[in-house]
């Protein structure tokens, strides 16, 4: 089904973006796809504040109820109930720009407010980049992401060394390390995860 006949006010750029900043709301792992969502919302053209708005008064108010579900969706969104559910959302005044709305926002979001500051952050940083270089940007960023959260593929590769190296401490850590939670996993602390990053560049460079 294309996503014309979704529903005729949602553009595809308009719902990839919802679709992409929806999975931050399900119940796994998707810190490592911040760096596609940031893209994605400035390839739809939307300039960070406008970004916000659409997490803040659409993708929000629509699902933020499975943050707070202990057995809430992880499996993903059906693209048709997602558009149907966010555009009916959209309708309540609750759902608009304007102080009330944004506490209202901030009692639903609460720590998961975390997820758009990064995502607005990784914008910012592909801003700062030529255009046509914003999709290795994303990618060297993603792949800083996946090793520092501990969720990489085997086909994740490293641009180079000495960029990401350099992108690892002047970009990526203040931007990611307030996203370490290791009340939650174990596995976690700033020093872990920055060592895991470390590791996998030097495994990089052959040495």
Known sequence: MSHTSLSVRA??????VWESL?????DNDTRSAIPHSAEL??????????AHD???YEVTPALWTNLWNHLGEWAGWDTAWLVSTIEAHKRSRFNRPGRFNALIYRWRIQSSHAVWVAVEACMHALLREP???RPQLTANLTWLAEHYFDVTSRDSKVDSVTRTTELFHATFLPIFR???VPNVN???SVQLCAERVLAALKVSTGH
Do not use: I, M, N, T
């Open 11 to 16: 553009s595809a750029a308009k719902v990839a």
């Open 22 to 26: 929806a999975q931050h709301f399900l």
């Open 41 to 50: 919302c400035l390839d739809a053209g939307l300039s960070p504040a406008a």
């Open 54 to 56: 659409v997490w803040r």
């Open 131 to 133: 255009e046509a270089s």
């Open 178 to 180: 307030p996203l370490v």
């Open 186 to 188: 174990p596995r976690e």
